[in-house]
């Protein structure tokens, strides 16, 4: 039956929000199998970029003393300035109170007490770390969470190597920037690494699908840099390449001449080393694979290098690249995120035109509660329910907890809303709110996995 007040409303909207069990479908987490890369506990929590970044604004130590310190002794640091001289107001602040509410350390919090959070930690791991990152996601109520598995980083790989096994909870993305970038010193690097002796165009191709056989990833991702562009194919130029079989041929009409069917290793010897990796290796292997590309948007990449992890910056970008890449390309698919909230709304447009782009969360910069609902509320709007509110990009496995909560809490005011305008247009009852949380938190995504372009 339907709602019979706003009350009713309200309650069922958050409740359906609180439970429903989430994709994640990017972060930077990765399983306690690998563990030097497996972030946990409350030096990770507070050495994370956001707050180093705060508190280097204000710090009376300068960058350099504070970089040359040891993780343990930044934590000090950190603590004393953002949350005991200062109160923890911003979005990175609140999420670790959060975390250690949480986890049942709120008379820690109310007293400062660093050691005691320490100690409390060591114990929560102590049933084993297998255990203590299970109850994590299923405390925050989170299905899978989506990793970064970058082929470029031989520490990372190495676990990957080993054909160590993990938690169902995680899943793989193959994260190849230096293909978007064109960077053949870093791809030529890695694949040296893998005892790969060819560094042309084919070798590549190789390489790429040999790691994802090894660990299936959902998509293939990337971070575009700044100054970030990409030109139409024009297959009517002499050298285009044979594998755009899709894309660009259909939108310009191409002269079938003879140049299309010579054999591989002509083509392979013609393509040299300046040849593009993206158009030549990461978007037909996209198609050939049916793996999504995953394309986050609108980072400046270290406008202060001196602050490491925390020095990169905003921009907003021109939205005819993605059109473009869109247009060209009508056999992949596009996973895309933008950090700039200008770019958010145009890319509601582009979505309304093609099939084959889903919009995902509220990325970093964006990942603020008053940003998270307006967005949302955006997007519903304009999109109904085709798009994934959110993603968490979380690096230590307890921001699960907050990072969820936050924005759980942004959505529930969103959904509060933009539910009530469809109560008072014609009546709605819980399975119509469940409807809406449901493909907004993970089930749009997969549907848009498995559809047929
Ligand atoms: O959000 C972040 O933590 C950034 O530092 C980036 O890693 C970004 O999410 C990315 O995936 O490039
Ligand atoms: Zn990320």
């Known amino acids: 039956s339907h709602f019979k007040d706003v009350v009713e409303l309200e309650s069922t909207v958050d409740d359906e929000v609180d439970n429903v069990e989430i994709i994640d479908l990017h972060t930077h987490l990765l399983p306690s199998e690998h563990s030097d890369k497996f972030l946990t506990g409350i030096d990770e929590l507070l050495n994370y970029h956001y707050l180093v970044s705060e508190y280097i604004m204000s710090s009376e130590m300068t960058v ?5 310190l040891t993780k343990e002794r930044k934590t000090e640091v950190i603590w004393n300035e953002l949350f005991i001289r200062m109160t923890p107001v911003s979005e990175a602040t609140r999420g670790v109170v959060n975390v250690l509410k949480g986890l049942g350390m709120a008379k820690e919090w109310k007293e400062r007490d660093l050691n005691g959070i320490r100690s409390k ?5 102590a ?19 989506v990793m970064t598995n970058i082929p470029f980083s031989k520490e990372e790989m190495k676990h990957f190597k080993e054909g160590k096994t993990f938690s169902k909870r995680y899943r793989t993305a193959l994260r190849v920037d230096p293909l ?12 040296a690494e893998d005892g790969i002796k060819g560094s042309g165009i084919p070798a590549v191709k190789e390489w790429v699908k040999t790691w994802c056989s090894k660990i299936s990833p959902e998509y293939l991702m990337a971070s575009t840099p700044k100054n970030f562009t990409y030109e139409s194919v024009d297959m009517t ?10 894309g660009a041929g259909k939108k310009r009409k191409i002269e079938q ?12 010897s013609r393509i040299n080393e300046s040849s593009d990796l993206l158009k030549e290796v990461l978007l037909p292997l996209a198609e050939e694979l049916q793996l999504p590309l995953a394309l986050k948007i609108g980072c400046d990449r270290q406008v202060n290098p001196t602050l490491g992890l925390a020095g990169d910056g905003i921009v907003t970008v021109d939205m005819s690249i993605l059109l473009r ?37 509220c990325w970093w910069y964006v990942n603020q509660g008053s940003l998270i609902e307006r967005i949302t509320r955006m997007r519903l709007e304009m999109l109904g329910t085709n798009f994934t509110f959110q993603h968490s990009d979380c690096r230590v496995l307890e921001q699960l907890l907050y990072k969820w909560k936050h924005s759980r809490e942004a959505l529930k005011l969103a959904l509060r809303g933009e539910i009530r305008k469809v109560w008072e247009n014609g009546g709605c009852n819980r399975a119509d709110v469940r409807k809406v949380v449901e493909r907004i938190t993970g089930g749009s995504y997969e549907e848009f996995l498995k559809m047929r372009l």
């Open 64 to 68: 350099s003393e504070f970089m040359n």
């Open 121 to 125: 930690f060591l114990a929560l791991r």
């Open 127 to 145: 049933s084993g770390d297998d255990a203590y990152e299970e109850s994590i996601f299923s405390l925050s109520k989170i299905k899978y969470a």
């Open 180 to 191: 978007l970038e064109g960077d053949w010193g870093k791809v030529k690097l890695a694949m």
């Open 237 to 246: 130029q002499p050298g285009a390449f044979a594998t755009n079989v899709s």
């Open 257 to 268: 001449d003879d140049d299309c069917c010579e054999d591989a290793g002509e083509q392979a």
């Open 325 to 361: 890449l869109l247009q060209d390309w009508p056999k992949v698919k596009f996973l895309v995120t933008f950090l700039s909230l200008e770019n958010q709304h145009s890319a509601c447009v582009l979505k309304g035109k093609f099939r084959n782009l889903h919009i995902y969360g």
